[in-house]
């Protein structure tokens, strides 16, 4: 394994019940990349995240997650591997304030930011920390989610369609907040379905139909391969 390997999953399958969803994904992220999953409604993307965070069923093949296989291990084993996941639905308690949100979940890892520096990275959650979650906005609920895996000390960062019928200002900024972690040797998937977003964030793409990658586009292959995402994708 390369040194610079920091997650392989290779020949994974998964499983909700009898539905089988995945079928042989194979990718490979490198330390500190960004990479970014695409593909139509159903094609298998955020049941890829979820499997390698172990919230699906049945999985098999190999999740390797810098150097060790996660394939049999439950999330919480996962998560202490220094994988943070950002789901959609984004799983904010609408009973506890913004800061207590933020500091909800345990330490992974030993470099998590404090929470002056998530505020400095985030200045709305700083201005609403003392709001019930339920009165943030869908912008400051999405930043809460992922300052909240900052927080934890993950490394490895799966974030699932974090750009989602967000203000474009917002989605600007975390644009921005991904370009940041980039630098800070963040390891990051991203699944999107704004192209526009994900694109030029991403070093390499990988093109996911019925629950295998079919394509890898490299970032300086997008414009040749545009008549091709625009076929696969409709983009």
Do not use: W
């Not at 927080?151 to 921005?176: F, H, K, N, W």
């Not at 390499?204 to 995402?229: S, T």
């Amino acid at each position: 394994m390369e040194a610079t390997e920091y997650l392989r999953v290779s020949g994974l399958h998964a499983f909700y019940g009898e539905s089988h969803v995945l079928h042989g994904m194979d990718f490979t992220v490198r330390r500190g990349e960004c990479v970014s999953l695409l593909g139509r409604n159903g094609a298998g993307r955020t049941t890829t995240l979820r499997a390698i965070m172990g919230l699906t069923g049945k999985r098999t093949g190999s999740i390797m997650i810098n150097g060790r296989e996660a394939v049999q291990l439950p999330p919480h084993k996962i998560a202490q591997l220094g994988v943070g996941y950002c789901p959609e639905e984004r799983g904010i308690y609408a009973g506890l304030s913004c800061e207590e949100n933020l500091l909800l979940p345990p330490r992974v890892g030993s470099g998590g930011m404090s929470v002056d520096e998530l505020y400095a990275l985030f200045p709305n959650l700083h201005e609403r920390r003392h709001s019930p979650g339920t009165r943030m906005s869908g912008g400051e609920q999405q930043m809460l989610a992922m300052a909240r895996i900052l927080r934890t000390g993950a490394r490895l960062l799966l974030l699932d369609e974090i750009s989602e019928g967000l203000a474009p200002v917002i989605v600007q900024r975390l644009a921005e907040i991904i370009r940041l972690l980039k630098t800070r040797g963040y390891t990051i998937v991203l699944v999107e379905q704004n192209f526009r977003f994900a694109a030029p964030l991403a070093d390499r793409m990988f093109v996911v139909e019925h629950g295998q990658v079919i394509a890898e586009i490299a970032q300086h292959e997008l414009h040749e391969k545009q008549a091709f995402l625009q076929e696969t994708l409709g983009v």
